[in-house]
């Protein structure tokens, strides 16, 4: 695989995330369980973007006495487009950790546990599904034409269904964990399982950390299709990715109470994919610019953003006593 990366990038790079989630297990065991406030939601997510924009810097800086300066260019804006869709691709994940929670009434200060779990899982099965993915394309080139025809069809099923809410009753793995393990109503604190009359119980903070590693395989063979349509570096796909799943926690508490507010965000979400599956199928055909694919990727996500805010869903308009376009 033809890489940017020298050993010592992915080195370090690979300590950078480990320091980085020990940070975070750190400071979660510190605090104790306790709802996160937004104030304290919003200064980490700004970190953690400022870590991201910090080390596109450096890498444009090193590749510019590398590689020359138009390389780099290139990798950087690669990088940037894939961070961006990755990020855009974790807030409809957060939405599904959201449904989870709410679902089954997690109490705020023990889901900041289940998202931490649900973040070094994330991490270590990006890591295998990105190098696994990175073989296969450089093995098989028309594996590409099969990552874009997926990522076409996810893409125009999230339209259909945008508006659709999924029925959790019907979740074969909750249907299975139901019908073979003993799960109790009520929590007990932040434990998965408790032993009581001789017979081990499981907590519903067991059952929603199951599901929540179900939905990052679920949109990890989403994601990693749709970055590898952006760059088939390696590197650059590994570090975009895991840059965007390390601020999830702090992302989460921040858009938590604001689902309603960016309903047009799956959307925009469906056209990106729709976008970057065309792109992947005519790979050798059209080539698109990588700055041209970061201004498509921004706009469509923008637009879908502003369009949300000036057009509240239609409840929220009805509760105004408003109807659309008035």
Known sequence: MQTIGEWWMWAGFGVFVVVAVLVDLLLMRQQGPHKVSVKEASIW???????????????????????????????????????????????????????????????????????????????????????LGGLLIAKFHWILYFFGLFLLVTGVKMLWFADATPDLEK???????????????????????????????????????????????????DSIPA?????????????????????????????????????????GLALVLVFVGTKMLLVDVIKV?????????LSILVTSIVISLLWPPGDARKGKGLEPGT
């Open 45 to 131: 997510t700004l970190i953690w973007v400022a870590l991201a924009l910090i080390f596109a810097g450096l890498l444009w800086w090193y590749l510019k006495g590398a590689v020359g300066i138009e390389a780099a260019n290139v990798r950087v804006s690669e990088f940037l487009t894939g961070y961006l869709i990755e990020k855009s691709l974790s807030v409809d994940n957060i939405f599904v950790f959201l449904m989870l929670f709410t679902y089954f009434a997690v109490p705020v200060e023990y889901q900041k546990r289940v998202i931490i779990l649900g973040i070094v899982g994330a991490i270590v099965l990006r890591a295998i599904m990105i190098l």
């Open 171 to 221: 979740n074969p793995v909750l249907r299975w964990m139901r019908g073979h393990l003993a799960i109790s109503r009520d929590f007990r604190g932040e434990q998965f399982s408790f032993m009581e009359a001789g017979k081990r119980w499981f907590t519903p903070l067991f059952v929603v950390v199951i599901l929540v590693a179900v939905t990052d395989i679920i949109f990890a063979v």
């Open 227 to 267: 970055i590898y349509a952006v760059t088939d570096d390696p590197f650059v796909v590994m570090t975009a990715n895991i840059f965007a799943i390390l601020g999830l926690r702090a992302l989460y508490f921040l858009l938590a109470d604001m689902k309603e507010r960016f309903h047009l965000l799956t959307y």
């Open 289 to 297: 610019n990588s700055l041209v694919s970061l201004g498509v990727v």
